[in-house]
């Protein structure tokens, strides 16, 4: 048998990895924004770090579905690269 490596969650990895390159910064007001430096245009806000967390990991997900839908480039994140046609097992 050949070495070869399966990604089984490619993209619950590519989220997951994604949302641990979050910035998260506390406004005068105490509103928590959140940002995904590699991912432009993901930004969040919420009362609490955690709403902003799920604001932000809701927000990259759709961001991530309708970049594959209309084939938009995604940036590859800790080497997962959504842009690749897919591979299927023979």
């Given at each position: 048998?050949?070495?070869?490596?399966?990604t089984?969650?490619?993209l619950?990895?590519?989220?997951?990895?994604a949302?641990?390159?979050?910035?998260?910064?506390?406004?005068?007001?105490?509103?928590?924004?959140?940002?995904?430096?590699?991912?432009?245009?993901?930004?969040?806000?919420?009362?609490?770090?955690?709403?902003?967390?799920q604001r932000?990991?809701?927000?990259?997900?759709?961001?991530?579905?309708?970049?594959?839908?209309?084939?938009?480039?995604?940036?590859?994140?800790?080497?997962?690269?959504?842009?690749?046609?897919?591979?299927?097992?023979?």
């Open positions: 048998m050949k070495n070869e490596q399966f089984y969650n490619v619950s990895d590519y989220i997951y990895f949302m641990k390159g979050a910035v998260y910064n506390a406004l005068d007001d105490g509103t928590i924004t959140g940002k995904i430096l590699a991912c432009e245009g993901i930004f969040a806000l919420g009362k609490t770090e955690v709403e902003c967390q932000l990991q809701s927000t990259l997900e759709s961001w991530i579905l309708l970049g594959l839908k209309f084939k938009h480039p995604l940036p590859v994140i800790h080497g997962i690269n959504l842009n690749q046609e897919p591979r299927y097992e023979k």
